[in-house]
C-alpha cells in the first residue's frame, strides 16, 4: 500500500522559533492534510491542500501540496507553548487517506 | 451538534472475548471509516463506508467487522480480541475531504 515518510520524528525548539515538516510518498495523492493531535483527543485538522503547487495559510500555519503530488510540508512560525502536540500529514486518493506517522513537537518557554 | 462520539473512552478485554466499539455522528456525513493508532504508525485505516448498506475493507481490517445500517451509527466489531489488537481506536466521520475524529476507545488486550 501507500506509505508516507513524515520528518522529523519529534522536534524541541524554544518559543517563537520557526518549525518545519515534511511527508513525503512513492505514489500521488489528490488531497494532502494536515492535523494536530492533543494528548487524549483525536486528530484535529489544520490545513487542507487540494492541487499540486497550492500554497494555504491558516493564521501562523502554512502548508504546500508539492509539485509531483508526492509531497507536501508544514511550517510553523513564532511558535507558542499550545502549539505542543503530534502533528500528521495525510494524503488521499479517491476513498483511501494514509496517515503519516507523526511529528511530536515539544516547545520550551 | 456534538459531532462524532464514540463509546467506551476505555475498554480492557481478556484474549478471545468480543465486544463492540460504538460510534455515532450527528453531523449527516455518508462517509465514516475506523482508524487504529499505534505507537510510531500514525493512523491505520480498518474499515469505511460511504453510506448506508455499503462498508469496504482498509489497510488493516482483518480481525474486525462493521456493518452500517443507518447513516448515523458505524460499530466496529471484535470477534475475538487478540493482544496484537491492543491500540487506540478512532471513529471518523468525511465531508468532502475534511475528515473528523471522534475522541477515541482505548483498547488493552490481555
Known amino acids: 500500500g501507500q506509505q508516507l515518510n513524515q520528518s522529523p520524528q519529534s522536534m524541541f525548539i524554544q518559543e517563537g522559533e520557526d518549525v518545519s515538516m515534511n511527508c513525503t510518498s512513492s505514489?500521488?495523492?489528490?488531497?494532502w492534510l494536515w492535523y494536530k493531535q492533543d494528548p487524549g483527543e483525536g486528530p484535529v485538522l489544520l490545513i487542507a491542500l487540494y492541487k499540486a503547487g497550492e500554497l494555504t495559510s491558516n493564521g501562523r500555519l502554512t502548508a504546500q501540496f508539492g509539485i509531483t503530488r508526492k509531497d507536501s510540508f508544514l511550517n510553523i512560525s513564532a511558535s507558542i507553548p499550545s502549539d505542543v502536540g503530534i502533528y500528521f500529514c495525510?494524503?488521499?486518493?479517491?476513498?483511501?487517506?494514509?496517515f503519516g506517522a507523526g511529528t511530536r513537537l515539544t516547545v520550551k518557554p | 451538534n456534538a459531532g462524532v462520539t464514540q463509546t467506551p473512552k476505555f475498554q480492557v478485554l481478556k484474549t478471545g472475548q468480543s465486544m463492540t466499539l460504538q460510534c455515532a455522528q450527528d453531523?449527516?456525513?455518508?462517509?465514516m471509516s475506523w482508524y487504529r493508532q499505534d505507537p510510531g504508525m500514525g493512523l491505520r485505516l480498518i474499515h469505511y463506508?460511504?453510506?448506508?448498506?455499503?462498508?469496504d475493507q482498509g489497510e488493516v481490517p482483518n480481525g474486525y467487522n462493521v456493518s452500517r445500517s443507518t447513516t448515523e451509527d458505524f460499530p466496529l466489531r471484535l470477534l475475538s480480541a487478540a493482544p496484537s489488537q491492543t491500540s487506540v481506536y478512532f471513529c471518523?466521520?468525511?465531508?468532502?475531504?475534511?475528515?473528523?475524529f471522534g475522541p477515541g476507545t482505548r483498547l488493552t488486550v490481555t
Open positions: 463506508s460511504v453510506g448506508a448498506g455499503i462498508t
Open positions: 505514489s500521488i495523492f489528490n488531497t
Open positions: 471518523a466521520s468525511k465531508w468532502g475531504y475534511e475528515q473528523y
Open positions: 453531523m449527516n456525513h455518508e462517509y
Open positions: 495525510a494524503g488521499q486518493y479517491n476513498n483511501d487517506m494514509r
